[in-house]
C-alpha cells in the first residue's frame, strides 16, 4: 500500500460546528504532516508529528486540534472556525531517514 | 532561513515541445533535498522527481529531469514532450531536515502550465 487516504473529500460546516478530518497511512512512516493550502498558494505546514508525538507546531489557532493516535493515524479536530479556514488540507507522511513525502487528495473544506 | 523561489506565476508550451520550469533556492544546510511536485485541479500533490544535494547526476524520470546547478542554487524542472494531460500546477519545493528524525517541505509560490493542442 503505497497510499495516503485522506477523508471525507468534501466537507461544508458552519462555524459552531466540530468535525473531524482523518487521514491514514500502512506505508510504515513515522513522520506525518497536516498542511493548509488556500487557493492559488503553496501549501503552508500546520502540524508536524514524529513517532506519534507532535514535533512542530507552526503558530496554529487552538480551533484546529491534531491528534496521533498510532502510527497510521492522524486526526485534525475542527471546532469554531471561521470562514477564512475554508481550504484545501492535505496530509502526508514520510520516513524519517529519507526524502519520500507522499501526500494524500486532501479534504476541501469550507466553512460558512 | 531555508527559501525557495519559482519566478514564473504561468507558462505555456505546444503539445509536445519541451518547457523549462524554473527553481531557486537558498540555505545554509550542506546536506538538502529538492522536490517538485505536480498538482492538478483536483488537488492532490503528485511527487515528480528529486534530487540530492550530493547526488552527482542530475535526477531523471521519464519525461522529466531536473537541471541541477548547484554553484547556481537552482534546479529547473524540464518536461520534454509536453502532454495535454500536464497542465497543472507545479511546485519546487526544498526540504529542511529536524534532529527528531523529520523534515519540514518547504514549497515555491508555483507555476501554472498550459499545454496547448
Known amino acids: 500500500d503505497t497510499e495516503v487516504t485522506q477523508t471525507p473529500k468534501h466537507l461544508v460546516m458552519g462555524m459552531t460546528n466540530k468535525k473531524s478530518l482523518k487521514c491514514e497511512q500502512h506505508m510504515g512512516h513515522r513522520a506525518m504532516y497536516w498542511y493548509k493550502q488556500k487557493a492559488k498558494k503553496p501549501p503552508e505546514l500546520m502540524f508536524v508529528?514524529?513517532?506519534?508525538?507532535?514535533?512542530i507546531n507552526e503558530s496554529v489557532p487552538s480551533r484546529f486540534s491534531p491528534e496521533c493516535p498510532n502510527s497510521s493515524l492522524l486526526n485534525l479536530h475542527l471546532h469554531a472556525l471561521q470562514p477564512e479556514d475554508s481550504a484545501l488540507y492535505l496530509c502526508?507522511?514520510?520516513?524519517?531517514?529519507?526524502?519520500?513525502?507522499?501526500f494524500g487528495s486532501g479534504t476541501r473544506l469550507t466553512v460558512v | 532561513a531555508q527559501k525557495i523561489t519559482q519566478t514564473q506565476p504561468g507558462m505555456f508550451v505546444q503539445e509536445k515541445e519541451a518547457v523549462t520550469l524554473d527553481c531557486t533556492y537558498d540555505?545554509?544546510?550542506?546536506?538538502?533535498?529538492l522536490f517538485w511536485y505536480k498538482q492538478p485541479s483536483s488537488g492532490e500533490m503528485i511527487f515528480l522527481i528529486y534530487?540530492?544535494?550530493?547526488?552527482?547526476q542530475n535526477a531523471t524520470e521519464g519525461r522529466y529531469s531536473l537541471n541541477f546547478q548547484k554553484a547556481r542554487k537552482s534546479a529547473n524542472l524540464v518536461i520534454s514532450a509536453s502532454q495535454l494531460g500536464d497542465s497543472a500546477m507545479y511546485f519546487c519545493a526544498m526540504r529542511e531536515r529536524f534532529s527528531g528524525g523529520y523534515n519540514k517541505l518547504i514549497f515555491g509560490a508555483g507555476t501554472r502550465l498550459a499545454v496547448h493542442p
Open positions: 508529528y514524529s513517532y506519534e508525538k507532535l514535533s
Open positions: 502526508a507522511s514520510s520516513h524519517t531517514d529519507n526524502y519520500g513525502y507522499t
Open positions: 534530487q540530492g544535494s550530493y547526488d552527482q
Open positions: 540555505t545554509s544546510d550542506p546536506s538538502y533535498g
